[in-house]
């Protein structure tokens, strides 16, 4: 044990003393490969090794590798980052190659992995790779099974990717500030014969969430609950990407979720089976139909459907607040009570003082002045108007006539005459009345029945 561990971390050691000492020296370790933009990037088709039907990350990206006497060599960068969370908005975050969250790592079942982490980070971190059957000392816990990787060094991880599978990565030292700051990528390990668990579109995000006050720049990392950034992959609604699906695709959506809550996710227009966890895929037998999936805490749930009905579908968080960005939770609700002489008496005071919510909380419309920094609670617009969304949300574009593999952006949905609901404009009936109320002091639901007294 102790002599493995000394030749990993002195191997690693030597490393990166050759990078930084020559070139020649750095063809020791892979080039770390860099992200600069916060867009969903086309699928990496495999350059080398067994082939497989590539991923697409929702507003992210797959990492290179070089092939190296058999064995795939990954390199990734801990460090801090600088992540468009959505046009307006950036967050100071910490992640891997230059976004948050890192990029996905694909490889086979049965492929030996090897995967060098350099710490650039201020403080000590590891790699724990979530849903791996590994080596013990390969499965990042630091201090328990290896020492954490000081800021500077560089470690080496290596195993042999056993089971094809939805997995993730994160760190497992001083964890509540790393993943609080964005530390978290995902791992897709492919089947050895591609015709296993095949679609045609498999997309892949995590969620996660910060606590950034309204004006800020970097995640409150104390937050244990009260987080105000709901994220799929650091991206709020509007800066999510939508997910473009070709007409009768079968398609498959594999989410993660690091965050302190648990995410039900919703899709509208399709029904979807739950195919896979993080433990591996669900026997065809054992899955039952779904509009609705809920990811709890540190899980990770694959759903499959046939996309059979053209249209932009909401796919979304169904806690409303999820579905909302960053704002003061404290405020009452005012729905019916006129606040014009309050706004009257305000205005004197504070000129341009905006009367909010007396109708609900529709607040699309508005366009009040935001700190600098700060998105909208909610927003969005949509071929209708506002859609008064944040958050967790995006929308799934089904389309006949795409390309394979096309997965470019085709603009708002064109509905076919006659199917989208309009303003009715006839004679509208008088409502019927309910049934009287019974007098007061009456007695309801007391008579008893034969056959529930045993109840
Ligand atoms: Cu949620």
Sequence with gaps: MTSR?????????????????????????????????????????????????????????????????????????????????????KANLWGYNGQSPGPTIEVVEGDRVRIFVTNKLPEATTIHWHGQILPSGMDGVAGLVQPAIAPGKTFVYEFVARYAGTFMYHPHSDEMTQMAMGMMGFWVTHPKDPRRH???????????????????????????????????????????????????????????NLTMTNHPFHIHGHRFEVTGTDGGWIPPAARWPEVTVDIGVGQMRAIEFVADNPGDWAFHCHKSHHTMNAMSHAMPNLIGVDQGGVAKKINDLVPGYMVMGDKGGSMGGMRMALPE???????????????EMGGMFTVIKVREGLARGDYRDPGWYRHPAGTVAREWTGPVPDPVGAPAAPASGAVIGTAKRGGHEGH
Excluded: C
């Design 373 to 387: 920094n700060t998105l909208p609670m909610m927003a969005g617009r949509g071929p209708f108007g506002d859609i």
């Design 5 to 89: 561990r000394n030749f990993i971390t002195g191997a690693a050691g030597a490393m990166v003393g050759a990078s930084l000492v020559s070139k020649a020296g750095a063809a020791a370790i892979p080039e770390a490969p860099v992200q600069s933009s916060p867009a969903t990037q086309p699928p990496l088709h495999p350059p080398s090794g067994r082939p497989y039907n590539p991923v697409v990350t929702l507003n992210g990206w797959s990492l290179p590798w070089r092939m190296k006497d058999g064995v795939k060599e990954f390199h990734l960068v801990a460090e801090p980052v600088v992540r468009e969370i959505a046009p307006g908005m």
């Design 198 to 256: 095949a679609v045609d579109r498999d997309f892949v995000f995590l969620l996660n969430a910060y606590d950034i006050e309204p004006g800020n720049y970097t995640p409150n990392v104390n937050t244990m609950l009260d987080f105000n950034l709901w994220t799929i992959n650091s991206r709020a609604f509007p800066g999510t990407d939508p997910m473009v699906v070709r007409k009768d695709d079968k398609v498959r959506i594999r989410m993660g």
